[in-house]
């Protein structure tokens, strides 16, 4: 099991999402919005703060994972993406978690380069509206 603290304004991020969920049919994942309401009453040990910088995870163990490995790991669990393993192979993995933290840092800008929309406003559900 896997507890992805994700990002629901950002539309990749939430589009991101939205897919594994589609594709977690051995419900592997646990997806939770760093801006639900709720979040720091029910994982106070998350900073949402830290969690809108990187993307945080959580494995079943506690162990809080963040970055390419939540990602990496998540594709993984649903089976696809397969490649996406080179990218924690050791020499790779630095300057992928270096392209990663620039991604991470302007993912709005580059959610308005792609989407045409910056930031998602939440719907019902805390979660973007695409």
């Not at 994700?6 to 919005?33: F, H, I, K, V, W």
């Not at 809080?64 to 649903?78: M, P």
């Not at 990663?100 to 930031?119: D, L």
């Amino acid at each position: 099991m896997l507890t992805i603290f994700y990002d629901g304004y950002c539309p990749l991020c939430a589009a991101e999402m939205r897919t594994l969920q589609s594709l977690d049919t051995n419900n592997r994942l646990q997806l939770e919005d760093i801006h639900a309401n709720d979040f720091t009453e029910r994982y106070p040990h998350i900073d949402p703060i830290e969690g809108d910088r990187l993307l945080h995870g959580q494995l079943a163990d506690g162990k809080v994972i963040k970055g390419l490995d939540v990602t990496c790991l998540a594709w993984q669990l649903v089976g696809k993406h397969k490649w996406m393993q080179m990218l924690r192979w050791p020499i790779i993995r630095v300057f992928a978690d270096m392209g990663y933290k620039v991604f991470a840092r302007y993912r709005h800008q580059i959610s308005s380069f792609v989407t045409g929309k910056p930031r998602c406003e939440p719907c019902a559900k805390d979660r973007c509206d695409l």
